[in-house]
C-alpha cells in the first residue's frame, strides 16, 4: 500500500522509509548504513525525562543486544510515517513487523515486548514465509 503525506501512519508489512536523524546519544544516524545490514529498533520520542527513562529501560532490558545485529535508534526528530511517541521494529530488509503509537510514553510497550518482537525477527526465515504465501 503506497503511502502519501507525511501523516500517513506505517503499519506492519510496509517499508521503512530511508532517514537521517540524530539520536538521543548524539549519533547521527543514517538509515541506508542499517538497511540490508541489521534489524531495526526505532523509538521515536520526545525530549523528556520519561522518554529518556523509557530508552534506559529498554537498554537494560536488552542487556545482549548485538550491535552487530539490531540497531537501537532513539529520537525526538520525526520520521516520516513513524507515530511519536511510537515504536517501530523492522528486518534488516526494511519490511516492518511491529509498529505502536501511544498516547504518552508511559502507554508504550514494556522492554520485555519488545525483547520478544526482535527475538522473533531475529528467527523468521523470510524465504520459509515467501514459501507459505
Do not use: N
Not at 538497511?35 to 529498533?41: A, E, N, S
Amino acid at each position: 500500500m503506497a503511502k502519501s503525506g507525511e501523516d500517513a501512519v506505517l503499519r506492519a508489512r510496509d517499508h521503512v522509509p530511508h532517514f537521517t536523524v540524530s539520536a538521543l546519544d548524539g549519533r547521527r544516524v543514517v538509515y541506508t548504513e542499517i538497511w540490508q545490514r541489521r534489524h531495526l529498533l526505532l523509538l521515536c520520542l520526545s525530549d523528556d525525562a520519561a522518554s529518556r527513562q523509557y530508552v534506559d529501560d529498554v537498554r537494560a532490558a536488552l542487556p545482549d543486544l548485538d550491535p552487530d545485529d539490531v540497531a537501537l535508534v532513539a529520537t525526538t526528530e520525526q520520521v516520516d510515517g513513524v507515530p511519536r511517541p511510537g515504536v517501530l521494529i523492522a528486518d534488516r530488509w526494511g519490511e516492518i513487523v511491529f509498529v505502536v503509537e501511544a498516547a504518552d510514553v508511559r502507554s508504550l510497550p514494556p522492554p520485555a515486548e519488545l525483547r520478544e518482537w526482535l527475538t522473533f525477527v531475529q528467527s523468521r526465515c523470510p524465504e520459509c514465509e515467501g514459501e507459505a504465501l
